[in-house]
């Protein structure tokens, strides 16, 4: 993330996006780079004509993630990407949450996708990483920054100042152990990635049916207003995230006390079932009140379906809320 927004913003710029990020993801907009001069416009990315409103000559950048941690809202790509085409604003997409074989990020009008490669593609929480794609389809000639750097540019010009400036002056490298350890997780993405999310997919649905649960979101379900998004966008398989809500903060800390077979841990995609309270870890340092803009309740619980027995996950969910 900062290596890609060190090279598309600038003092004076702003940035497009939601407000529904990842924590460290809305620091680093709102906190790090506000201190230099960068602009954070939040609109409701459903609604296609806030997203143009907020565009003007020094939009750098249109953000969001594919689909949003821990809320599970699906930005309509296909249809943002004209109005950004007509200003030339970039789209870029954090995917990590739906890697490239449950997404075909191109074909909905990704011009440059952010990938924390430590989730599903270290395969099984091996190394921490970071990958940034450039599909090639956007003109930087046409970026209020990146056209300056247009002569000098053997490929693409934003890859090119990331590779030959940012990564260098600012020390974000993959070192080479950690790219063995990633590229060993890639031979097993897909197999990987496909039963989890199959077996988040039959999770979320018997956790419809317990009457301790407030309420599940998982795109598939019939209940999802993301559903036809999700079809259309991940088809039978939009990953491994799901979240629920139960009675209170209290109820939450005491199910997951109980909990044996799936671990307390703020990653996502490890080979194991993690669970979390967002609003007192990820957005703990929050206040209340940017929690409540954020939209983090304190009964909230995020959690990621592994590799385990389905029937195993399922057992120890009913002994913990028992
Ligand atoms: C959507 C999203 N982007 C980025 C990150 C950051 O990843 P890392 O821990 O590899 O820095 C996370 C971590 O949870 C995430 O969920």
Redesign the pocket.
Known sequence: ?SNAFMALAYAGSNIVTSPHL?G??FAFFQFTLAEFGVEVRFVDTDDLSAIENAIDENTCAFFC?VLT?PHLEIADLANISPILKKHNVPMVV?T??IPWCGFDAKKFGVDIEVV?T??YISGGATS???AIVDYGSFDWSKHPRLKKVTPQAPFSVFMFKIKREIARNFGANMDPDTAFFQSLGLETLTLRYEKMSKNAYELAKFLETLPQIMKVSYTQLDSSPYKKLSDEMFKDHPGAMLTFDLKDQATCFAFMDKLQLIKRA?N?FDNNSLIIHPASTIYGTFTAEMRKVIGIEDTLIRMSVGLEELEDIKADILQALQ
Do not use: A
Request: charge should be negative; hydrophobic fraction near 30%.
């Open positions: 993330m990842f460290n993801t993630e941690n954090d990590t949450v924390s430590t989730k921490l990483g970071g703020t996502l």
